[in-house]
């Protein structure tokens, strides 16, 4: 058995057509990843208790429920890191 924010996946999920829909953001891995990791620190984990291979229930009504709230946190930051893409900062 494994713990497993399933958080994550949804951010995942979503976070590729908002990023390319948006013209401002720039699109290289680096940013991309602050996108993800900025909307995951203003989302509550959710986990959830998985085995291997097992499909986990009632993902899809929680990814359902709260999905407002997942594009919305990513939403806000893809503007963060857009009006302050940090890629050029570290080589
Ligand atoms: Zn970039």
């Known amino acids: 058995m494994e713990v497993k924010n399933v958080m994550e996946e949804f951010v995942f999920k979503h976070l590729d057509k ?16 602050d996108v993800a990791m900025l909307a995951l620190n203003n989302l509550k984990p959710h986990y959830v208790a998985t085995d291997k ?6 993902i899809a009504l929680y990814d359902k429920n ?12 893809i503007k ?9 900062e570290v080589r």
């Open 18 to 33: 908002m990023i390319n829909s948006d013209e401002k953001i720039c699109k290289c891995e680096k940013c991309r990843i």
């Open 66 to 77: 709260n999905e407002v709230d997942i594009m919305c946190a990513i939403g806000r930051a």
């Open 80 to 88: 963060t890191v857009g009006d302050n893409p940090r890629h050029a």
């Open 53 to 58: 291979g097992n499909i986990y229930t009632n």
